[in-house]
């Protein structure tokens, strides 16, 4: 049983009130990295306590009144299981024998079945099946054997773990003190004046600091109410990192009157997109030089971010008539062949942890590629290993499902195209001109995209969600739209949705299109429309209910289809991969409304997928 995308959190201070309160605070934050099971350590009156349970955060605490807890010290964990059933038994916190160490762990122990039987030999017990659970028995193993600190015994037992894990520690034997160690999955520390805080992400401490630094792999954390110290693993050398202020304020991380984070995130991307035009990146134009300059360009993305890419990949071909491929992170080694040192990578990432992601990257750098990447993030392990970083500035995002990140996505590909295309002079001064006045009235668009089409997607939504299936279908660069569109409505509304090249599906998936069928159409006054009309004529005469997702003024789509949302005009041929994807974040959105779904937390996924 491994746990791989779980939220950490753990809080030093210095005085005793509320610190379950807090943890259940914090771990509220990151529950979109998991919520199968809850559970806290405290040291309360020198005595290691332990609370935890199967279930969200909601249900847990229902059960057991962990808000009530007392300390000075505690750590906390919400966990995505991905082998085995959730359970209480394999909920952490893990502790040793003696009930002197709890553990709490974000990752996978490659070798723990050699080492669990090496302490099961040694005479230890065993209440969970989870990898998690040697630590804090292989730590009691080191004590027994020789009279060493705590912190030595720790760091032994550490620097035996194969794998990756973000670790949090504490014991009775030092009751003021966590300890924590990271290799390959995330960990950041918050510095308040009288509380630290160490978790797997930032929005845990908002509410209480936006003084951050960071924990490297392979590194080794002493975090007191007043301090913290950084230490090499192997080495035991100290390494003195500075902390810095993120720009996120504590506001981004709560729901702000919206029911679901999900949807605040819709209504929040005007926002985003005006943060991300306003802050000018020179990484914007030193990426876009480089990709110029580079034999070979390769994309590099998941899920979301992959679709992302698309438009990336487009605007390369386009602006920089160079071939350019678009590669799912999981499948790089159908061009790992290729990638040398003439090769570019540009990866695409929200959180900047997504390990198929992160592993591609890795090998392309030691084949001598650049990395150039574009992460929300700051940080996060992407950026450590880019040569170039464009920052999406989305602020955090808490739903599950990505929206405004994707828009900002999308928005950095178009800019860094942009920018490609002023220096391959395929865009010309005043259409470099033209262009840039349109980016920067986006948000504006995507504002109005939202008052005009909320309310319909709601009316559809009604529709939807009797129905099982769906189709997406699109021409050209919005097929990557048709993508993003069908995806959220699988992830949230687990209605099984297909999206296609329109042209494609009459070679096969039509064959599924009966009587009131839901095919969605994206249809801007670009050169794809002639042909996508006739699509839609295709799906309407076997009996399917068109949705179209056009331009706002346009009677021929307007006449042949169902249900119109209507995009402001100006926005088909350019950037319409940013504004024609909105109305379906919200249909999407709204259905698993309507079927009593959580949009925020969908099932079996997890926000940050840190596991190959
Ligand atoms: O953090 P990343 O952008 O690298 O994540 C990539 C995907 O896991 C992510 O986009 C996923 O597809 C989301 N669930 C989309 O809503």
Redesign the pocket.
Known sequence: MCEVMCGIVGIVQNNKSKIGKQIIDSLTKLEYRGYDSLGIASITNGTLLIAKDKGKIAEVTEKIDIEKIEGKVAIGHTRWATHGQPSKENAHPHTDCNKQISVIQNGIIENFIELRNELLEQGHTFLSETDTEVIPHMIEQVLREEEISLKEAIIRAINRLEGTYAICIVSTLEPDKIFCAKKDSPLVIGINKDRMFCASDIPAFLSSTQRVTLLHDEEFLTLTSSGYEILDLKSKKIIKRQPYTVSWKPEMAQKAGFPHFMLKEIHEQPRALSDYIRIKQPSVINIAEKIYQAEKVVFL??????YSTLTGQHLVRKYAQKSCNSIIASEYDSIRDIVDEHTVIVP???????MD?IMAIKDARSQGASILSAV?VIGST?TRHSDEVVYLYAGPEIG????K??LA?TTAMWDIGLELGRISGHLDDNDYRFHRNLFTSLPSAVSRVIAANEALSNRIASWLARKSSSFYLARGINIQTANEGA??MK?IAYIHSESYPAGESKHGPIALVEEDYPVVFITPPDQTRKLIIGNIMEMKARGATTIAVMEKGDKEIEEMTKWQFKIPEGYGEKFSTITYVVPMQMMAYYTAVRLGYSPDMPRN?A???TVL
Request: no cysteine; aromatic share 4%; glycine share 6%.
């Open positions: 993305a998941a899920g979301t971010a992959h695409v990432s929200q959180s900047g942890e997504t992601t929300n992407i599950v499902a990505a929206t990140t994707y996505q995806l959220k992830e996924l926000k940050a997928v």
